[in-house]
């Protein structure tokens, strides 16, 4: 069975970049019925919150990601890391190492003077004299010293590192008894039976020494698919500078779940030249061997498309559930059917659609100055009474049509152009130039609205 993880660090709100990984992983969990779990990585206390981790739930719950099983807290398992670092010490596959701090630096410095490598030098990695006095010491795993590591990973091929030009004894527990990121994300991928890791390639270079610590323990490793950065139009890693970062903020900003992941699906993987994917969809043809070798382009216009795309076919249900977040409640509207058909033709996201609707049902409290004299000149007001007073004696008004016939026979009546009747109008409505036809508007807010409005805009004009 495959199991996949997402293991985010809690250190603020969850990335982009992160959720594409995350995304990834539960595409592939999902397409081959397996599992996708969920890891905090919360071990360091002085960056991580509670709050950084509620938030990267509430951002799967937003988008529907449903993880495996109860999630996995590193905090949770110090008793476990602690005897797997009993074992390699009885094992002679890790050791102690008392060298101060003052030591460490000193042999740093000297390596760089002569333009060495920067790596501990295995000073107590076959120690077995007698420790220094007044030195916590801290762990060191025994890497190889020769000969080479190779990754094989499911995006790149494989990828060989020399152990003499990278790896070196590195610490996997710290003086405190803390142990280091490099071993327990070993420990743990092994523990919760993780067999394909899908991360970003910013890991790539972690991964042989993670790999030492299998090794050691004498655990098959994972898949390792290493996924290339989404990067800027400018080549450079995606940052705030660009855009949000923050998966939230998408949230705020009107983009659909949809659109989002639809979004993130392709940054970085592709199926011929498809664009469009519903989530069935992407779980059926997600396979990391497609993910590209290179970065991808993060690129805002194609995410309002697919955002504009999922909008104008979602049902009017669906926008109505989707338009709650954002204040406004149509659910049960008795036009809603009229006013969303109107204007999820017309916006970019759900935040632009709620602000349109809303415009439409709020009595206009002021009008746009420009929008009264460019509408209101010579017989304007004749004009939009002579309308209003038609209006009050139909009945049975329910479709835009309905009011459309009514403007029709004011303008034929009054032999005018169907433009002297629309701006003093439009301006009643919408108090400014813009905006949907004025017999949809007219539709959704009734009858005696419009009376008012257009009882409003003469009282405030004449
Ligand atoms: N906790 C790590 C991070 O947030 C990810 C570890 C991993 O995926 O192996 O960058």
Request: proline share 3%; hydrophobic share 40%.
């Amino acid at each position: 069975m495959v199991v996949t993880r997402f293991a985010p660090s809690p250190t603020g709100y969850l990335h982009i970049g992160g959720l594409r990984t995350a995304l990834f992983s539960y595409l592939w969990a999902k397409k081959n019925g397996g599992k996708f779990v969920l890891r905090i990585e919360d071990t360091d206390k002085a960056r991580n919150s509670q709050e950084a981790t509620d938030a990267i739930l509430k951002a799967f719950q937003w988008l529907g990601l449903k993880h495996d099983g109860e999630i996995t807290y590193q905090s949770n398992r110090d008793k476990i890391y602690a005897k797997h670092i009993k074992q390699l010490l009885d094992e002679g596959k890790a050791y102690k190492c008392y060298m101060s701090k003052e030591e460490l630096t000193e042999l740093r410095e000297t390596q760089m003077a002569n333009k060495q490598r920067t790596k501990y030098d295995g000073k107590y990695r076959d120690f077995d004299g007698t420790p220094p006095e007044g030195v916590d010491p801290v762990i060191r795993i025994k890497a190889p010293l020769t000969g080479e590591i190779i990754v094989k990973d499911g995006v790149k091929g494989d990828v060989s590192f020399q152990a003499e030009d990278i790896l070196d004894d590195f610490v996997i527990a710290r003086a405190d008894g803390a142990p280091t990121y490099n071993f327990v994300v070993a420990i743990d991928d092994h523990l919760m039976g993780i067999n394909e890791v899908i991360r970003g390639d910013d890991h790539l270079s972690n991964t042989p020494k993670q790999i030492i610590v299998y090794d050691a323990l004498g655990w098959d490793l994972p898949m390792f698919n290493h996924v290339p950065m989404i990067h800027n139009s400018a080549g450079k890693k995606l940052s705030k500078r660009d855009g949000a970062t923050d998966v939230m903020a998408y949230k705020e900003m009107g983009y659909t779940p949809a659109a989002l992941l639809n979004f993130l699906v392709r940054l970085g993987w592709s199926h011929g030249d498809q664009e469009i994917f519903s989530m069935d969809e992407m779980i059926e043809l997600f396979n990391p061997k497609d993910i590209n070798k290179s970065a991808s382009i993060y690129n805002t216009e194609k995410l309002d498309w697919l955002n504009a795309h999922y909008i104008k076919n979602s049902s009017n249900n669906e926008l109505a559930q989707l338009l709650i977040q954002y204040d406004l409640v149509l659910t049960s509207h008795d036009k809603k059917e009229i006013l969303l058909d109107a204007i999820k033709e017309r916006a970019k996201t759900l935040k632009e659609m709620a602000e349109l609707a809303k415009e439409i049902l709020a009595t206009p409290s002021s009008y746009d100055e420009k929008a009264v004299k460019k509408a209101f000149k010579g017989d304007a007001i004749a004009v939009i009474n002579a309308f209003g007073a038609k209006l009050s004696t139909c009945e049975e008004l329910h479709l835009p049509s309905d009011y459309h016939h009514i403007m029709e026979s004011v303008v034929n009546e009054m032999e005018i152009g169907f433009g002297k009747i629309g701006q003093p109008l439009r301006v009643a409505l919408l108090g400014k130039m813009g905006g949907p036809g004025l017999d949809v508007v007219m539709a959704v807010i009734g009858k005696e609205e419009t009376m008012l409005r257009v009882a409003n805009v003469i009282t405030a004009n004449s």
